[in-house]
């Protein structure tokens, strides 16, 4: 079986702040040496490449230590991590189907059409090329969307916590206006984040 991993894209900026902590004395050597495997140390001693596969374990240790340290536990810290990454996807132009969507959805406030369900499956789409485990889908029931993630049982709460952010990126971007994104794990394989469907 293949091991759960994310892509180096989504890594690359934890990998930066946790050295930029290492660098200002926050975060000792020592520190590093007890929570991290020697695979996760030799990553800040590396540069991080944005299209190979890295070991979700040690994304999920590494985000562990910036939500310690630099959010003071403060679980809405990784959420504006997770809305800081989806900017950067956004501005970074190698996921063409962002900048489609946000021009979509433009077409469709300027011609008073509503989010459409193409739209709400923009966000599902990036979860291939973020993870190679778990299965998202979209769908809206009562005027709620939901993006509903199974086989998650390997994915960690602080992705949950940056997937919530980097969906209400996505859908700021696209819709034009702030949208308040919720997510909860119903069960340990399942994850749901849900948000207003409507205009």
């Not at 990998?15 to 990553?43: C, F, H, N, Y």
């Not at 406030?109 to 998202?136: A, P, Q, V, Y």
Request: with cysteine; aromatic share 8%.
């Amino acid at each position: 079986m293949t091991e759960p991993s994310i892509k180096g894209i989504a890594l690359q900026s934890v990998i930066e702040d946790v050295q930029r902590l290492r660098d200002e004395g926050r975060i000792s050597d020592g520190l590093l040496e007890t929570r991290l495997e020697p695979k996760e140390l030799a990553w800040l001693d590396q540069k991080v490449q944005p299209a190979l596969w890295y070991a979700i374990d040690g994304y999920a240790r590494l985000t562990q230590l910036l939500l310690e340290v630099e959010g003071r536990g403060d679980p809405a810290y990784i959420v504006r991590r997770g809305e800081a990454a989806g900017a950067r996807l956004f501005d970074s132009g190698i996921y063409v189907q962002l900048q489609h969507g946000e021009k979509r959805g433009a077409e469709a406030r300027s011609g008073g059409r509503s989010f459409s369900e193409h739209d709400g499956r923009l966000m599902t789409t990036l979860s291939g090329s973020m993870f190679n485990f778990t299965r998202w889908s979209y769908r809206v029931e009562n005027r709620e969307a939901i993006i509903e993630v199974e086989d998650a049982e390997a994915f960690p709460e602080v992705s949950r916590l940056a997937a919530q952010g980097l969906i209400e990126c996505i859908t700021a971007r696209v819709r034009g206006r702030k949208i308040e994104v919720k997510s909860e794990r119903p069960t340990p394989d399942r994850v749901v984040f849900r948000f207003d469907s409507t205009e």
